[in-house]
């Protein structure tokens, strides 16, 4: 029995990115011969995102591409909720679709998983050859910063806990994504911290990040302010 | 037992520690120091953590290599899909 992976995509505002990640996971899973199919999950994004995503079903077709729109931006969690329930595979990828993620990297999480069995793989940017393009000093000082204090106060021993491109066996996202209470991009965090509370095994790759090539890049004041709440109320509740 | 009680806990045992020094060797020549402690262990502590992040981010991977392929990849991208007749606006 050959195993298969769904690769959850939530888009807003990807019309450049999406036709690119697509094109890439095609190229790296075909010559690996790894079975997948890609779940787009638009939030009704007003740039065009989803009539890019019909041509790539056209093109690609139907049992490859799944396109999974809603009807306007409902937020991160409940996009893989939504993904999921529509998801064939029996392994969940997640990662960004903004190219910061490199599809390249999924056969290692594959590699990775099947070495030992591993519940969770979280690709990490501390790791190995592992690291960021295009952050400057500030960037690198806040992001380690960041992390020093979370792994300080949670003990996760995982090395990035904010960076969301991840592999999942199907029935323990679905666990962790039923325990999960926080929203926005700090449910990563949270994922990984219940993972280890719920004795999930973890395995990490080193993964490169690069920074947004269209668009706009997410690091403002809310996010900070985000991240301390959750890793607050993290601190005090597991 | 959560994170915050394990803190709580270890600082408990800090400060009773401390408590007994300060009872215990007021004759102690280095008592002035003894007085102290928490201060001095609050100023290292600072400066070891920043130390640490200041050397994790000087050790930051810089990707310049991945960024480049990336700008190749979307290149290389936008010409295979357009072949295969996706039309890019």
Redesign the interface.
């Known amino acids: 029995m050959t195993l298969k992976y769904s690769i959850l995509l939530p888009t807003y505002n990807e019309k450049d990115n999406l036709?690119?990640i697509v094109?890439?996971i095609h190229k790296y899973l075909e010559i690996s011969e790894i079975k997948y199919e890609i779940i787009i999950i638009d939030d009704g994004s007003p740039d065009?995102t989803l009539e890019v995503a019909k041509?790539?079903e056209?093109?690609y077709g139907k049992d490859k591409i799944l396109l999974r729109p809603r009807g306007k931006k409902l937020g991160l969690g409940t996009a893989y909720i939504h993904g999921i329930k529509h998801a064939t595979g029996d392994f969940i990828v997640i990662m960004d679709a903004d190219?910061s993620h490199?599809p390249k990297s999924i056969p290692e999480f594959i590699k990775k998983q099947t070495e030992q069995d591993y519940d969770v793989i979280t690709g990490s940017?501390?790791i190995g050859?592992?690291?960021?393009?295009?952050?400057d000093?500030k960037r690198?000082?806040v992001?380690?910063?960041a992390?020093?204090i979370s792994q300080?106060?949670?003990?996760p021993k995982v090395s990035d806990l904010t960076g969301s491109f991840r592999l999942y066996k199907k029935p323990v996202l679905e666990k962790l994504i039923e325990t999960c209470v926080s929203k926005g991009y700090v449910f990563q965090m949270e994922m990984m911290v219940r993972a280890r509370q719920l004795n999930y095994t973890i395995g990490e790759v080193p993964i490169?990040?690069?920074d947004r090539?269209y668009g706009e890049s997410k690091l403002g004041g809310s996010e900070i302010v985000q991240f301390v709440k959750a890793l607050l109320y993290?601190?005090?509740?597991? | 037992m959560n994170k915050l009680s394990q803190w709580i806990f270890g600082l408990n045992i800090l400060c009773v520690l401390w408590f007994s020094l300060l009872i215990h060797q007021y004759d102690n020549e280095y008592f002035f120091i003894i007085q102290f402690i928490p201060i001095i262990l609050l100023i290292v502590f600072g400066v070891v953590s920043l130390g640490i992040i200041l050397y994790r981010v000087s050790a930051f991977n810089d990707c310049k290599s991945a960024a480049l392929e990336l700008q190749m990849e979307i290149k290389e991208a936008k010409i295979a899909l357009t072949e295969k007749g996706f039309k890019f606006d």
């Open positions: 036709p690119v094109y890439l065009g041509q790539l056209t093109i190219l490199h940017r501390y050859n592992g690291g960021v393009s295009g952050w000093f690198k000082l992001s380690c910063g992390n020093f300080l106060l949670l003990r490169t990040f690069v090539v993290l601190f005090a509740t597991t």
